[in-house]
C-alpha cells in the first residue's frame, strides 16, 4: 500500500501530543510501519504546531512535505489555512470551526480572515467542519478538542472500533478516559458545522 | 517485543538495554526526553545536573568507576561540556560512555544552528548518526561497545526529526551491566603534560583504528540503486532521499559520521555517474569527499541554513514534486506567548515601563522580548546576562540590569554573579524564578528541591548563593505585585553597589501552583483604553469598544486590574 500522510495541527496547549500517542497506538495496533512526529519546545507556548503521521508498508520520511498530505486535520481554523500548503490537491480538510486569536489579531496589528472554509473549498479541498470547543465542553471539559477532532479524524481510517478504543485507554491517564472517549464520540458523530 | 518509540526514548531503552547504570544531563530541546525516559527505568541512576559540563563530569565518574553511563545534551550543550570532553578523549574510559548530542537545524528552539560533527572532528572521538528509531536504540547500545573497545567516549548525534520522531522499535532485555573494577592509572588519567604528551598519540592511532573500521562497519551501508546518481547521506537526511527516490538512485548511507570511511566513499564514487552530498547544516561529509579529490555536489545546490526536505532535494535534484498550493490569504502569525499567568510578564511590564535595558538569557522569559512588552536587549547563551552586564556596566553602560532564570542560573549564572561579586560592579541581577526550567518543559533543578523521580532532595538556597558571592543587597519581589517589584527595581538600580533581586513566583502551570479564579472586566467601567492589554496576555482581547477576558484561558494572576485605572477589572464583578 502507498503511504498515507497526516497532518495534526493546532494551537500549543491544545494536547496535540497527545493525539499523536493516540494515532501511532491505533497504527501499532493496526501492525502498520508508522512515524508520527511530536511538537516540543517552543512552539508549545501558545504558539503553532504541526505534527505529521505517516503510515503504510514501509515509511521513510518522519515529515509531511507540501502538497502531500490526504488529511489535514486542525484543532483550530486558522491553523488549518496556515498549514493549508501541506495538503495535496482535492485533499480533505477536517477541521474545528473555532478560532483562538492569535496575538497579532488580539492586539490589532492584524485581522483573523474571514470565510476561511469558504476559501478551502475554492481550492478544491474537502472540508469537514464541526465545532469542536462546543462538543468538547459538552464531553465535560474545553480540553477535550484534540478527542473531539481525533473522534473526527477515526471516520477516515479503515480502523474497528476497538482500535481506538484500546488505543485510547492506553494513552490517557486513567481517571480521563471516560470523558476522552465521551469527547471521541462525540467527535466521530457530530454534525458538519455551519459554514 | 515491538513498540512505537520515540527517537529520545530509544535512545533512553538503548542505553538501558546496554547496562547503563548512570545518566547525567542537563536538559535542551531536542534532547530532554532522552532523560526523562532514563529516569522511568529503575536499575539506572539518573540525574538532572545543574549543566552540561558537570553532566559530561558526571558520567566520566562513573564510567571511571566501573558503570556503563550516559549523557544527553542539545547542541549548544556540548558546547558547555566541551572542556571536559577533549580531555576525556585523551585519557579514554574505564566502562563505556556514551554522550547523545540533539543538533537543531531550523532553529525549532534553538539560538544557533551549529553542527556537532565538528566536535567529533575537533575532540577526535567517534559520533554516531541514527536514522530512526531503531537506530537509536540499537546505535546507542553499540556505542556502549564501541567506547570500551576502542577507549573512547562516543557521541551519538540526532537532529529535531531523529529525536521527535516515534518509529517501530523492536526492544530486548537489559544485559547484565558490565563492571569494570577501577585501578589507578595516572599515566592514563592524570592529563598533566608529561602523561597527556604520552595520551596525543594513543588518540591519533585511535582514530586511525577507526577509520579502518568506519570502512567496513555495519553502521555504512551501501544500497545500489539506478548508477546515474549516487548520493552520500546520514540521519534523516537519508530518510529524505529514500522518499524521494526510493530505488531510482544508489545511496551510502553512513551510520558514523566520524571518522568518514574513505574507501568506500571513493569506491561507491566510482560506480555512479554523479556523486551528490545530502546533509543538512555544514558541508562536512561533501568537504571529506573534495579532500579525497571526488567530483561531487553539496552545498552548491542545496542550502547551509535551515532544514533539508523532500522537496528541496527533488527540486535540486530534478525530480517532480506536488508544491501546494497557498490559501493566497495573508495568515496572521501565531508566535510563542508567555501563558497567561505568566511570572515573568510582571517583570518584563515593568523593565518596559522604566525603559531599562536589559541583558536577557534563555528560557521562556526570552519572551519578555516580544511585542508588546519589548523588554529585552539580548539573548546570547545561558549565563551570557550577569557576565555581559558587568561588562556593559564597566564599559560605562547605564541604566541596564540583566534577567535570568532559576535553572540558568543555577547552569551557568552563578558564574557570572562570582565575577561581579568578586570584580564589584554597580550590576542589578534580576533572577526570575519560578520554581522550574520551564522552557524546555519544567524539569526539576538545583534551586527546586525534587529530583528528576520526582523526590525531595537537596535544594540550592538562592539567596544564600548570591550572599556567599560577595552580593550584600539581596531583594526578593513578588512578580504579581507590580507597584512593589517597580519600587525595588527602581531602588536596587540607583543604589551603586552589586545586587540581586529575585523575583519569585512559581510557574502558572506547575501541578503545585493553585488556580485561581479568574477575573473579569465590568464593562461599564471600561473605557476601551487598552491599557491592560499591554502586558500583551493572551486572554485579553478587545471586543468592539470594550475590553473582554477569556475566563477559560485567565489564570487570575490579577496583573492586568493592576493596570487598570478605571477599576473596571476585579474579581468580584457579577456580569448582570
Ligand atoms: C547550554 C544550553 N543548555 C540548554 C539549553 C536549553 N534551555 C534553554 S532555556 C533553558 C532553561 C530555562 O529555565 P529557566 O532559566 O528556569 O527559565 P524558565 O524557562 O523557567 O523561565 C534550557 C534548559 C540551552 N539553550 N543552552
Redesign the interface.
Known amino acids: 500500500m502507498e503511504t498515507r500522510n497526516i497532518v495534526i495541527v493546532g494551537?500549543?496547549?491544545q494536547g496535540s501530543l497527545l493525539a499523536?500517542n493516540l494515532m501511532?497506538?491505533a497504527?501499532?495496533l493496526e501492525g502498520y510501519?508508522?512515524?508520527?512526529?511530536?511538537?516540543?519546545?517552543?512552539?508549545?507556548?501558545?504558539?503553532?504546531v504541526v505534527t505529521y503521521v505517516r503510515y503504510g508498508d514501509k515509511?521513510?520520511?518522519?515529515?509531511i512535505?507540501?502538497?502531500?498530505a490526504e488529511l489535514l486535520v486542525s484543532f483550530e481554523l486558522?491553523?488549518a489555512?496556515?498549514w493549508?500548503?501541506?495538503?495535496?490537491?482535492g485533499g480533505t480538510i477536517v477541521t474545528n470551526t473555532g478560532r483562538i486569536?492569535?496575538?497579532?489579531?488580539?492586539?490589532?496589528?492584524?485581522?483573523?480572515?474571514d470565510n476561511?472554509q469558504g476559501?478551502?473549498r475554492q481550492?478544491?479541498a474537502i472540508v469537514d467542519a464541526i465545532d469542536a470547543f462546543t462538543i468538547a465542553a459538552e464531553a465535560g471539559s474545553?480540553k477535550c478538542v484534540n478527542m473531539v477532532m481525533m473522534g473526527r479524524l477515526s471516520k477516515y481510517f479503515p480502523f474497528a472500533d476497538e482500535t481506538w478504543q484500546k488505543a485510547l485507554e492506553e494513552t490517557v491517564p486513567a481517571r480521563l478516559v471516560d470523558m476522552n472517549k465521551k469527547a471521541f464520540m462525540l467527535g466521530y458523530n457530530a454534525k458538519k458545522g455551519v459554514i | 517485543m515491538?513498540?512505537?518509540l520515540?527517537g529520545n526514548a530509544a535512545i533512553a531503552r538503548g542505553a538501558w538495554e546496554a547496562g547503563v547504570c548512570l545518566a547525567s544531563s542537563y536538559p535542551g530541546?531536542?534532547s530532554?526526553?532522552i532523560t526523562a525516559n532514563i529516569a522511568k527505568y529503575d536499575e539506572i541512576y539518573t540525574e538532572w545536573a545543574s549543566n552540561e559540563k558537570v553532566a559530561m563530569e558526571v558520567a566520566f565518574g562513573a564510567s571511571l568507576a566501573g558503570r556503563r553511563s550516559f549523557t544527553g545534551m542539545k547542541h549548544v550543550g556540548l558546547n558547555v561540556a566541551a572542556d571536559a570532553l577533549f580531555t576525556i578523549s585523551y585519557t579514554g574510559v574505564n566502562a563505556g560512555l556514551v554522550c547523545a548530542v540533539a543538533d537543531e537545524p531550523g532553529m525549532?528552539?534553538s539560538q544557533n544552528e551549529q553542527d556537532s560533527r565538528h566536535y567529533a572532528r575537533a575532540a577526535k572521538v567517534p559520533m554516531l548518526e541514527p536514522a530512526?528509531s531503531q537506530e537509536c536504540l540499537n546505535f546507542t547500545k553499540y556505542g556502549y561497545a564501541l567506547s570500551e573497545e576502542y577507549d573512547t567516549p562516543v557521541l551519538i548525534r540526532t537532529s529535531t526529526?531523529?529525536a521527535?520522531?516515534?518509529?517501530?522499535v523492536t526492544m530486548s532485555e537489559r544485559m547484565n551491566p558490565p563492571f569494570f573494577q577501577y585501578e589507578k592509572n595516572p599515566q592514563k588519567y592524570v592529563m598533566m603534560p608529561a602523561y597527556a604528551r604520552e595520551r596525543h598519540p594513543i588518540v591519533e592511532q585511535r582514530i586511525l583504528d577507526l577509520i579502518k573500521l568506519a570502512e567496513d562497519t555495519f553502521l555504512n551501508r551501501v544500497e545500489m540503486g539506478d548508477t546515474k546518481i549516487g548520493i552520500i547521506t546520514s540521519g534523516?537526511c537519508y530518510?529524505?532521499v529514500?522518499?524521494v527516490f526510493g530505488g531510482k538512485a544508489s545511496v551510502l548511507k553512513l551510520g558514523m559520521v566520524y571518522p568518514l570511511p574513505s574507501k568506500l566513499i571513493t569506491s561507491f564514487a566510482a560506480k555512479v555517474d554523479r556523486l551528490v552530498v545530502v546533509e543538512e547544516l555544514e558541508p562536512f561529509i561533501e568537504e571529506h569527499c573534495k579532500k579525497l579529490g571526488l567530483k561531487v555536489s553539496g552545498k552548491d545546490i542545496f542550502p547551509i541554513c535551515g532544514e533539508l526536505?523532500?522537496?528541496i532535494i527533488a527540486d535540486k535534484l530534478g525530480v517532480s514534486?506536488?508544491?501546494?498550493?497557498?490559501?493566497?490569504?495573508?495568515?496572521?502569525?501565531?508566535?510563542?506567548?508567555?501563558?497567561a499567568g505568566c511570572s515573568h510578564r510582571g517583570l518584563f511590564y515593568v523593565l518596559g515601563k522604566i525603559k531599562a535595558v536589559v541583558l536577557g538569557d534563555i528560557g521562556?522569559y526570552t519572551?519578555g522580548a516580544a511585542?508588546?512588552l519589548s523588554a529585552m536587549d539580548t539573548t546570547i547563551c545561558m549565563g551570557s546576562s550577569i557576565s555581559s552586564l558587568h561588562g556593559y556596566v564597566r564599559a560605562g553602560g547605564k541604566n541596564a540590569v540583566c534577567v535570568i532564570g532559576d535553572s540558568t542560573f543555577a547552569h551557568m549564572g552563578i558564574n557570572g554573579l562570582i565575577n561581579i561579586g568578586y570584580n564589584r560592579s554597580d550590576c542589578t541581577v534580576i533572577i526570575a524564578d519560578n520554581s522550574t526550567t520551564g522552557?524546555?518543559?519544567h524539569q526539576e533543578n538545583p534551586t527546586t528541591g525534587v529530583n528528576i523521580k520526582g523526590e525531595p532532595c537537596g535544594k540550592m538556597d538562592i539567596e544564600a548563593v548570591c550572599r556567599a558571592s560577595g552580593i550584600g543587597r539581596v531583594r526578593v519581589v513578588d512578580t504579581y505585585d507590580l507597584e512593589e517589584t517597580e519600587r525595588v527595581i527602581r531602588e536596587e538600580m540607583s543604589i551603586p553597589e552589586p545586587s540581586v533581586i529575585i523575583a519569585r513566583r512559581p510557574c502558572v502551570l506547575l501541578k503545585t501552583t493553585k488556580a485561581q479564579p479568574p477575573v473579569c472586566v465590568d464593562a461599564d467601567k471600561c473605557i476601551g483604553c487598552k491599557m491592560c492589554?499591554k502586558i500583551?496576555c493572551?486572554a485579553?482581547?478587545?471586543k468592539e469598544s470594550k475590553v473582554i477576558i477569556n475566563g477559560?484561558v485567565c489564570s487570575g494572576c490579577g496583573v492586568c486590574a493592576q493596570l487598570c485605572k478605571f477599576g473596571a477589572i476585579g474579581r468580584d464583578i457579577s456580569q448582570t
Open positions: 494551537v500549543g496547549g499523536c501511532g497506538r497504527l501499532l510501519d508508522a512515524k508520527v512526529s511530536e511538537v516540543h519546545g517552543m512552539s508549545q507556548r501558545g504558539g503553532s515509511v521513510y520520511s518522519p515529515v512535505d507540501t502538497g502531500r486558522l491553523e489555512a496556515r493549508f500548503e501541506l495538503l495535496r490537491p486569536d492569535p496575538i497579532p489579531v488580539i492586539m490589532g496589528a492584524a485581522e483573523y480572515p476561511l476559501k478551502f481550492k478544491g474545553q | 515491538k513498540s512505537l520515540l530541546t531536542p530532554t526526553e525549532h528552539s530512526d526529526r531523529i521527535h520522531s516515534q518509529s517501530i534523516t530518510q529524505y529514500k522518499e526536505s523532500q522537496n514534486y506536488n508544491d501546494g498550493m497557498k490559501i493566497g490569504e495573508e495568515i496572521p502569525g501565531r508566535p510563542p506567548v508567555m501563558c521562556c519572551l511585542p508588546p522552557m524546555t518543559g492589554m500583551g493572551p485579553i482581547s478587545k477559560a
